[in-house]
């Protein structure tokens, strides 16, 4: 430990000698790395754009990973697609064999690129082996639309989505972290082609996202109200949520912690994780004579500390 200290007071000691001053280098490193992902010299740029479009396999047009095939005249063609092919290469119909492209394998090695999610804000640069890894887990990666019960194909980042939900699916926005909720179904009978109903609350500068749906659990329709976070799992789990529901003296009550939207609507409804209302028990909240679901669901999230 302690020639380890000395070893960098001796390096700070004597900084004229070696490198020009200490605070100058710390800002001339981070305009190197800038300058390395948008100022590189042309000639680098075009090189390497040149390089992935030689990694561009010509019958599914997706980026090559090894083994890369090559047919006698030096055609590529991704391992994926080779078995498709019937041993005939697609760019001049010869023969494919069994030919490995050990070169562009390497070439490859040695590419760096952006993540492909750099407009959503990452700044990461990553080998070419190393970059489908990264890209699968980027925390800047689109979100899916939360709307459940339509196949909605839209994706965006949180704000985007908050708009999209308001705008084109009419979804019910509400400030503030307690909720009182009244669910209304004239036909309860009708659990295929459930009902799905979605309310988004922005609390703690956040956005969330209630779910009520009616399923099929088994042989019996039940319901299900639960949350979901609009943001990634990490900070899904700083949060939590109460739900409860209840008549006549009796009340059910879930406490939770919100799912990420990063898993499905269908992956928390069928994992059960949130307030499950069996049909007979909604009914017996509901009142009257049975013949409409009427419940009353309050809620409210809070911050863990
Ligand atoms: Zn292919
Ligand atoms: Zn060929
Ligand atoms: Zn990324
Ligand atoms: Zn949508």
Not at 18 to 40: A, K, W
Not at 233 to 259: C, F, H, M
Request: some cysteine; charged content about 20%.
């Amino acid at each position: 430990m302690a020639s380890g200290s000395t070893y960098l007071d001796d390096v700070r000691m004597s900084p004229e000698v070696v490198d020009p001053p200490r605070i100058e280098d710390t800002t001339e490193v981070i305009d190197l790395i800038g300058d390395h992902i948008q100022h590189s010299p042309k000639s680098n740029v075009v090189v390497a754009s040149n390089v992935r479009e030689l990694l561009e396999c010509p019958v599914c047009l997706n980026a090559m990973y090894p083994p890369i095939h090559q047919c006698s005249n030096g055609h590529t063609l991704c391992s994926g697609c080779k078995p498709r092919v019937h041993n005939r290469c697609p760019t001049c119909r010869h023969e494919l064999g069994n030919i490995r492209c050990l070169a562009l394998e390497k070439v490859a090695a040695s590419l760096e690129l952006p993540c492909k999610y750099q407009n959503f804000g990452c700044i990461g640069i990553y080998p070419y082996y190393s970059k489908l890894k990264h890209e699968a887990q980027c925390i800047y990666r689109p979100y899916n639309c939360p709307y459940a019960g339509s196949e909605c194909t839209v994706v965006g980042d949180v704000p985007y989505l908050v708009t999209h939900l308001k705008d084109d699916h009419k979804v019910d926005m509400h400030n503030g972290s307690t909720f009182n909720h009244r669910y209304v179904k004239s036909n309860p009978h009708e659990v295929e082609n459930a009902t799905w109903m979605l309310t988004v609350f922005s609390c703690f500068g956040q956005y969330f996202c209630l779910h009520f749906e009616a399923f099929q659990l088994g042989m019996a329709p039940v319901y299900i109200a639960f949350l979901r976070f609009m943001g990634d799992d990490s900070e899904a789990k700083n949060y939590s949520y109460s739900l409860e529901v209840g008549a006549n003296g009796r009340k059910l009550i879930w406490q939770g912690v919100p799912r990420s939207i990063r898993d499905s609507h269908r992956k928390v409804r069928d994992s059960y994780d949130g307030l499950v209302i069996q049909r007979n028990i909604g009914l017996f909240f509901s009142g009257g004579d049975r013949k409409e679901l009427k419940l009353r669901v309050t809620g409210r999230i809070w911050k863990e500390q």
